[in-house]
């Protein structure tokens, strides 16, 4: 086997993985988002497909991206980022990483890298890791994958660091919204007493996004960037571009808004993809006065939704803040594996990885595991 870089999926080339979609309960769509991104690469951000052929033929897939300069800084955690001279250094010290997209892009796969054939599925892994250690511009590697898969990376030269677990709802548990209210009393409760106290709107909206609702969007992604626990290698990039991307241009996605007394307090959009609602982005105006618990009440509008109509599983990705941690019914074990051939960011992953952003956001989500009584996330079966 070996392995190519390209920027076109073709639809023949998808058509391959229509199996391992229908075992997912999702589709060909899980491409569309990361596909814009392709569209809009530099020579300093570049997206990419990784191919695995055996022989002429495609067997295996993965989506990455290679930053040219992640700045240290975006791995702070969100107390060290608030700190005028860390972040001089940070952003002063700079590497090139490859980073694997899946996480961001397409949440709703249970694996970093696709598959054709399950009896292909070791094969792909070893090929992808392969092809990336021998990458001489790459200064780091990182990849979210699951915990089941921490042997694989150890065989490659990976280190293997805690991180938070992937999250969504089993929508068919539920009949009714209020079944799922029933489990979750205090959400409940705290929803009744903000009814009553606010005017609270929903409004769901495809396509095109009016300018009004985008300057309320836009204050919310600044506000909760600005309130973030985690921040990705490719957060410079977002920043500047998201806006430019198929979020809010394509079809597929819907957006769900919240204002409260008349004003957008939070956001979210979600890809429809098979059976699968999938959040990609989303963001809160936690600098409204009083307490609101905007993102409780979107994941109960959001359950709602999947609930009337026929979805299977309501995807949240990755566990990053108490309330989702909370709120979620299913968890799948995620690591932080890393491989670097530059010896100082390996001694500051080793040693210093209690203060970046992943560790932050895995203790988030060990303290949620402790609450529910759980000494590690059930894995993930298919849906």
Known sequence: MYCKEESILTPEEKKRFDGFFHEQGLSEDIFIYFESLVGLST????????????????????MFARVGRNRLYNSFNTKLRKSTLLEKLGGMLSSTVYFSMHA?????????????????EDAVNESILSWLRKKKDADTVIIFDSAEKSGLYARNSFTCHPFS??????????????DYLALHRRTRKNLSRFRKRRTVEVETLRGEVPE???????????????????????????????????????????HFVIRVDGQ??????????????????????????GNLPVYDFMIVTTLDYCIRNGYTRLVYGLVDNHTKARMMDSFREQKFYSFSRNPLLRLLLKHAYRFLSGYELHRIDAEAREKRGAPAPPTSTPP
């Not at 677990?165 to 209020?178: A, F, G, H, K, N």
């Not at 985008?214 to 600005?226: A, D, K, Q, T």
Request: proline share 4%.
């Open 104 to 120: 961001v892009s397409s949440p709703g796969l249970p694996r970093s890298f696709l598959y054709t054939d399950k009896r292909f």
């Open 43 to 62: 020579d300093q951000d570049r997206f990419f497909f990784i191919k695995v052929f055996h022989g002429d033929v495609l067997v295996g897939l993965a």
């Open 264 to 289: 957008i307090a939070g956001f979210s959009t979600r890809l429809q993809c098979g059976k699968n609602l999938i959040g990609i982005i989303g963001g809160y105006n936690r600098e409204l006065p």
């Open 212 to 254: 009004e609702i985008m300057r309320g969007i836009i204050e919310c992604l600044m506000c909760s960037y600005r309130n973030s626990q985690g921040l990705l290698p490719i957060q410079d990039f977002f920043n500047t571009n998201l806006l430019r991307t198929a979020l809010f241009s394509s079809e597929r996605f819907i």
């Open 165 to 178: 677990s992937d999250s969504w709802l089993d929508v068919p548990r539920y009949e009714t919204i209020d």
